[in-house]
């Protein structure tokens, strides 16, 4: 009965009962575009001023779900079933730690949770001052993620515990993941309580915020990193932020249409998956072995005041960069055939999906490649000047470089 409601809720929203696969995507679902366009507009207007206008936006959508979860769940815990549905939340099975995919889920899932990896923190961050106490920063929202995802937990596990009572089933027959579970099973357990319309429109507040601030960022990361290296574009960041965000909006198209949810499938199984994970997995051995965690240390000790304890430059040097080899390894031997329940993805989907991925993975030798035949010198200084900072670069030419001393890679 729950999955028979799930599918007609889903051929009634996004009709993708008229799609027969990613090959057949057919025409954009008009009353989705016109919300999309909403939301673009929104955007353009929160960004077209840097964090003049931003800064100012995200006092309403950082606050918002905080707001909205601790209703959703006052009224959540006083629901039957709702116990069960948390001790299935807090229940460990410790045998799950042996399986590498749910390792490479969670470092997946805290990289887009706290935006990692996709140069958010780093164009934020650009903004500060020099002296700001970025190590105060750092353990605050790493610590503000964690207690947010543990804390929402108790609120979507509350509403699972009372469909499943209701339902008369276990909770893994109406858990689920993905969207499914946002826009399917907790608006279908929210339209089943009294004044199921006030906690229906708090809670869609809630994922248009939280929709709006993930993508004020990632959009935020592109147009600062750009502008910072295009005078031009700087010059003309109102124009430039409006054709981000159109760009934008075309690829959002191919989401909502008919069968946009296999298009979604693909960019959310492929996108940010292995990628963000190699890209982390560089800018942890770029910066701790060849810059150097001693170094780096230094100019942290230069902006705060003191140096980093012996534990952080021990996981900056060794813990971080080994586990995420690990987890990228194992995220590319542990691929599956892309399914979306019982739609099996043809090959070259899976094709495209890599080739999605290895996108943003491919620019780093492919660059590396570029700046070591595009500098001068021997082959010896030519690695040089690639693996030493531009302002020592002077260095290279006096044949004082410091990447070549056992001294640089034993230091932390």
Aim: with cysteine; net charge positive; hydrophobic share 50%.
């Amino acid at each position: 009965m729950v999955l028979l409601w799930h599918h007609a809720k889903r051929r009634e929203v996004l009709h993708f009962h008229e799609s027969q696969g990613i090959h057949d995507l057919k025409e954009p679902r008009w009353q989705l575009t016109l919300c999309l366009v909403v939301v673009v507009f929104i955007l353009y207007f929160s960004l077209w001023k840097g964090v003049k206008s931003s800064g100012k936006v995200v006092y309403i959508t950082a606050t918002m779900p905080y707001i909205v979860l601790l209703v959703l769940l006052i009224r959540g815990i006083t629901l039957p079933g709702a116990l069960n549905g948390i001790r299935a939340y807090l229940h460990i099975d410790l045998k799950k730690l042996n399986s590498p995919e749910v390792w490479i889920e969670a470092a997946t899932q805290i990289f887009y949770s706290l935006g990692a990896g996709f140069g958010v923190l780093i164009a934020f961050a650009s903004y500060n001052k020099f002296e700001n106490n970025c190590y105060r920063d750092a353990i605050l929202t790493s610590t503000i993620n964690c207690v947010t995802s543990f804390f929402s937990g108790f609120a979507i596990f509350s509403v699972l515990g009372y469909m499943a009572h209701e339902h008369g089933v276990s909770i893994k027959e109406v858990a689920t993941e993905g969207a499914g579970l946002v826009f399917i099973i907790y608006p279908e357990a929210i339209s089943t309580l009294p004044g199921s319309t006030f906690f229906a429109i708090f809670f869609f507040i809630m994922l248009l915020t939280l929709g709006i601030d993930s993508s004020m960022g990632g959009m935020e990361a592109v147009i600062t990193g750009l502008t910072d290296d295009f005078k031009i574009l700087r010059r003309n960041r109102k124009l430039f932020t409006f054709v981000t965000a159109f760009g934008t909006f075309l690829v959002a198209l191919l989401c909502i249409t008919k069968g946009g949810i296999y298009v979604f499938t693909l960019l959310d199984t492929y996108a940010a998956g292995t990628s963000i994970l190699f890209g982390v997995l560089v800018e942890a051995v770029g910066v701790s072995w060849f810059y150097g965690v001693d170094r780096f240390s230094e100019d942290i000790e230069r902006m705060m005041g003191f140096k980093p304890g012996l534990y952080w430059r021990l996981c900056w040097k060794f813990v971080s960069p080994v586990f995420l080899l690990v987890v990228v390894i194992a995220s590319i031997l542990t691929t599956r055939e892309l399914k979306y329940d019982n739609y099996i993805f043809p090959y070259w989907a899976n094709l495209v999906g890599w080739g999605i991925a290895m996108s943003s993975m491919i620019f780093v030798p492919l660059y590396a490649i570029y700046k070591f035949l595009s500098l001068p010198g021997t082959f010896k200084q030519r690695i040089a000047y690639c693996i030493t900072p531009e302002h020592e670069h002077h260095l290279v030419a006096e044949g004082n470089v410091r990447q070549f001393k056992l001294k640089h890679w034993l230091a932390i």
